[in-house]
């Protein structure tokens, strides 16, 4: 299983980026995913989730309203779309998925599996 995030930037703070994590090596409609994120000198968070059907989705506090993750699964992708950056949302994201096939319940979800991440820069 392989997952490529792509997509980070640098912005300015209250501008977007879209995050995309493209998946290969196995049925990608099967698996909830997430997105992470580690800032400088923390450890790594919990950003978003969502199941393998794409119906139901669970955020951080800190990004609702302002993140959104879809998945198109003909295209093996998962995105995530960032609106109204602010400073803290600097980090490397990372994409993760799931090692349990038709998985919707979030507490059951194990990421097993992890791209190699990409650097969101918001500037003040």
């Known amino acids: 299983v392989q997952l490529q995030a792509s997509g980070g930037g640098l912005v300015q703070a209250g501008g977007s980026l879209r995050l995309?994590?493209?998946a290969?090596?196995?049925?990608f409609s099967r698996?909830?995913?997430g997105w992470f994120r580690q800032a400088p000198g923390k450890e790594r968070?919990?950003?978003v989730a969502?199941?393998?059907?794409?119906?139901?989705t669970y955020y951080t506090d800190s990004v609702k309203g302002r993140f959104t993750i879809s998945r198109d699964n003909a295209k093996n992708t998962m995105?995530?779309?960032?609106?109204?950056?602010k400073p803290e949302d600097t980090a490397v994201y990372y994409c993760a998925g799931?090692?349990?096939?038709y998985n919707s319940d979030f507490a059951r979800v194990k990421y097993d599996y992890?791209?190699?991440g990409t650097q969101v820069t918001v500037s003040s």
């Open 20 to 22: 995309s994590c493209a």
């Open 24 to 27: 290969s090596g196995r049925t």
């Open 31 to 33: 698996y909830a995913m």
């Open 45 to 47: 968070e919990f950003v």
């Open 50 to 56: 969502i199941d393998w059907s794409g119906g139901r």
């Open 79 to 85: 995105y995530l779309q960032m609106n109204s950056l």
């Open 98 to 101: 799931d090692s349990v096939s």
């Open 114 to 116: 992890w791209g190699q």
